[in-house]
């Protein structure tokens, strides 16, 4: 691309930035500073704004950069992804928003230890719950570095890592000065602004065709050198079984990680009612929605008008698949409006990576503040504020964000999210799901619901094909691959269960009746809800 370009694309990166931290620095100077307005914004906003912010917190670059790049390299099987991202709403839908709404106040801990002990539950919620923020913050930082590295005129590395640090001490930024209601708002904003750069594109795809989606599809299937088998499952997860294990896999931990997801809980809190809660996950399903829809038709659009090779070309993992398709129906790398539209696009996914990052930045910094250290310093004389212990623990969060996004930065990013949804699934739902439903469940069976799930999933990770033992690991020169599947949920979801009952069956601590009856009905009706 031109300097002209390239100039065009970052002006319109800076715009945004210089937005966002516009509305970060007018929020900073019209708060109380209590813990309430930096965790929750004091529970001000309405179904619809926390609607639109729930939709721009859960629609991010894997959406719509990974997604996308998946089903333009692999068809069918890429599809699993949209699929498993929007079924996931209806269990967070039914089971959790309202109840967690009215049990909770800042973070998913609050909800267990209403009839639990209170410091070992919140330790360890607060240590899942801050591992499965970093590992989607990385997703977000690899998205970034392999977008503005293709806007600034190809791959380079040095492009990547500087994009990846920047994006990092943005977020810090957002965090620590604006708290929630600058994060919401800057979600609102993104969420807008995807969902009309997703509309514009999905339009412009049909006109291609004539809006004959058959021919999109056999076009899709032609460029891709697969023919038929580019439309049939199989061509990713169907070589053999472990394949196809793998499958079964990343789709339970698709869609019953979204009910553990603590930057996700942690929206329920910001609106004042449990009705008000169940209203915005409405109003998010409807957005959410109709943005995977379109998913599929840019993925396959990219196939079809990009093609598979010229993507790889540009980012083996398929990210760049979007910002690539944007250029060619702009009229191509040569004219004008191709690249107007392409520099448009990259900054919508780049404002996607932004508010993600800030919304999952502050629902870890949360945690660590909310919960480890009021548990960990209870006792030892006067200790910080929470909300200064946040801002602190939002730097370190950055830093470790930024230094595992380096390391990944090769890898498609909605693979890595279905490695944060596995985890989830496996160390928080089973928890949260015990303690709302559950009569006889105790603190230990809580402690081992969370650690019974999260080692497991982290230990399969660390010896699965993903760190080591295949070209595309993490380390592609060692070799301590044990476990065979990219995605551990198959294994560590049922673990986390189990362990959970187990806890719960062998403990000589008998459950408290008198709390479980508060708790369920103040989860079902809302009375003493925060």
């Not at 396959?300 to 250029?327: C, E, K, M, Q």
Request: charged residues 10%; neutral net charge; glycine residues 12%.
């Amino acid at each position: 691309m031109t300097g002209h370009h390239q100039t065009l694309a970052i002006l319109l990166f800076s715009g945004f930035v210089a937005f966002t931290l516009g509305i970060t620095t007018w929020v900073s100077r019209n708060r109380r500073g209590s813990a309430e307005e930096f965790y929750v914004g004091g529970r001000l906003f309405s179904p619809m704004e926390n609607g639109f912010a729930i939709a721009g917190d859960y629609m991010s670059a894997a959406s719509f950069l990974g997604v996308t790049g998946l089903i333009a390299l692999f068809g069918y099987d890429g599809l699993l992804y949209a699929v498993g991202f929007l079924v996931a709403w209806l269990l967070v839908l039914f089971l959790v928003a309202e109840l967690v709404r009215n049990c909770g106040r800042f973070t998913l801990a609050d909800v267990i230890v209403a009839r639990m002990s209170e410091r070992p539950v919140r330790v360890a919620a607060g240590t899942s719950s801050v591992t499965v923020s970093v590992l989607y913050l990385v997703a977000q930082m690899v998205g970034a570095g392999s977008l503005v590295a293709l806007l600034l005129g190809g791959t380079s590395q040095a492009a990547r890592v500087w994009t990846i640090v920047g994006v990092g001490a943005l977020m810090v930024v957002y965090v620590s000065m604006g708290g929630m209601r600058a994060t919401t708002w800057i979600q609102i904003v993104k969420a807008v602004l995807l969902l009309g750069g997703t509309v514009a594109l999905t339009v412009l795809v049909l006109l291609r065709f004539h809006g004959d989606v058959d021919r999109l599809l056999l076009t899709a299937a032609e460029r891709s050198g697969h023919g038929d088998a580019f439309l049939a499952p199989g061509l990713k997860y169907g070589a053999d079984w472990t394949a196809r294990l793998d499958f079964i896999s990343l789709g339970l931990a698709l869609v019953l990680g979204t009910a553990g997801l603590p930057h996700i809980l942690s929206r329920f809190y910001t609106v004042p009612t449990a009705r008000a809660a169940r209203r915005s996950v409405l109003w998010s399903i409807g957005l959410i929605g109709g943005f995977y829809l379109m998913t599929i038709v840019l993925g396959f659009g990219a196939a079809a008008i990009v093609g598979p090779a010229s993507i790889r070309g540009s980012n083996a993992a398929g990210n760049t698949a979007v910002p690539l398709l944007a250029l060619d129906l702009g009229g191509g790398a040569d004219s004008t409006g191709g690249t107007i539209l392409f520099a448009v696009v990259g900054a919508i996914a780049f404002a996607t990576i932004l508010a993600v990052v800030a919304g999952i930045t502050l629902a870890s910094s949360a945690s660590v503040a909310h919960d480890l250290y009021t548990s960990l310093r209870r006792g030892r004389g006067e200790p910080r504020s929470e909300v200064a212990v946040a801002r602190i623990a939002s730097v370190g969060i950055g830093v470790l964000a930024i230094a595992l996004g380096l390391l990944a930065r090769d890898m498609n990013v909605a693979f890595l999210v279905g490695l944060a949804f596995a985890v989830a699934a496996s160390a928080n739902l089973p928890v949260l799901l015990y303690s709302l439903f559950w009569r006889g469940f105790t603190t230990r069976g809580a402690v081992w619901a969370v650690y019974g799930g999260l080692i497991p999933a982290m230990a399969l990770v660390v010896l699965s094909p993903v760190v080591s033992g295949s070209p595309d690991s993490l380390f592609p020169g060692a070799d301590f691959q044990y476990f065979p599947l990219q995605n551990p949920g198959i294994v560590s979801i049922p673990l986390g269960f189990l362990a959970g009952w187990l806890g719960t069956v062998t403990s000589a601590e008998l459950p408290d009746e008198a709390k479980h009856a508060e708790t369920e009905v103040r989860s079902l009706t809302g009375a003493g809800a925060a």
